[in-house]
């Protein structure tokens, strides 16, 4: 199982960022990165992709450059304390849990009880935005973010289906199922290295395939990879009972377009 994000050892981070076609420098690796991770994320507490500046510092500060992006720091005035109020009271515990143990200054400095009141009430069922990303990079002892790549994958490409008119779509793990006109077709995300020379490497991937074809209730299969260099065209194979199985190759591209394309 492959895993991207990061963790943190003393003063440092490390990432493992994913790579693919035209991604490849640094700061475009992070965006693609942020791209995948709005999938888990709510509307409030999305990153902003179109912000060039923010890719150039480590996952872990983008991260908690966002967290404190819902706070309104210049209200705090040394002459005159004043309280946050836009902070649930069960969600206040764990902002404090995981600001006490920051080594950012604003975040250390707000675990003070006269701006972060965890017995503060809000209205039912309110939740502060910034615990969708807290919960994602915190297990209340270690900062650490380490999240399966296929399934990051899977729901990515899920996610940016397009809607239509008499087109369900479903994601069932580690599946996603179109159903269009009578025709139900199943989408296989994986996050693998795809050579369409030496398509044995990936013989236990197409029986599969063609297995889930003779078996299974579906009209048609979709084996889906991230494109590459060498895999840009999709491939279409044909099984003993005339079964077709197509192997997609899946652009990041659109990640980047609105700025700067990134591109080896």
Same mark, same amino acid.
């Given at each position: 199982?492959r895993k ?21 420098e640094i ?6 990165f942020?791209?995948?991770?709005n ?5 409030q ?12 510092q480590?996952?872990l500060h ?5 967290i ?17 109020v ?37 209205l039912y ?9 807290i919960?994602?990079v ?5 900062i ?13 490409? /899920?996610?940016?289906? +397009?809607? !239509? ?5 479903? %994601?069932?793990? *580690?599946?996603?199922?179109?159903? &269009? ?25 197409i029986?599969?395939? /063609?297995?889930?074809? +003779?078996? !299974?209730?579906?009209d048609?299969?979709y %084996?889906v990879? *991230?494109?590459?260099?060498?895999? &840009?065209?999709?491939i ?6 005339s ?22």
């Open positions: 199982m991207i994000g990061f963790s943190k050892f003393k003063d440092s981070t490390k990432e493992i960022l994913p790579k693919t076609y035209k991604v490849d700061t475009c690796r992070r965006r693609l942020c791209t995948m991770i999938q888990y994320l709510s509307v507490s999305q990153f902003n992709l179109k912000n060039p500046h923010m890719f150039k480590d996952l983008i991260f908690e450059d966002k404190l992006s819902f706070f309104q720091f210049y209200r705090f005035r040394p002459e005159k304390s004043q309280k946050i836009h902070i649930y009271r069960e969600d206040s515990l764990l902002i404090n849990q995981y600001f006490k143990q920051s080594k950012n200054h604003k975040m250390r400095y707000m675990t003070k009880s006269v701006h972060l009141n965890p017995d503060f009430k809000m069922a309110y939740a502060h935005p910034c615990i969708d990303l919960q994602l915190f297990n209340g002892k270690d650490e973010m380490m999240l399966d790549l296929n399934e990051i994958f899977t729901r990515t490409v /899920f996610n940016r289906i +397009k809607k !239509e008119e008499n087109k369900t779509v479903s %994601l069932d793990t *580690p599946y996603i199922h179109i159903s &269009q006109n009578g025709v139900t077709t199943r989408l296989h995300p994986r996050w693998k290295h795809i050579n369409p020379k030496r398509l044995q490497q990936n013989h236990r991937d029986n599969d395939g /063609f297995s889930q074809l +003779k078996n !299974e209730d579906i048609q299969c %084996l990879y *991230p494109k590459t260099d060498g895999f &840009q065209r999709h279409t194979l044909r099984g003993e009972l079964q077709e199985l197509k192997i997609i190759p899946y652009s990041f591209t659109f990640s980047n377009r609105e700025r700067n394309r990134c591109r080896k």
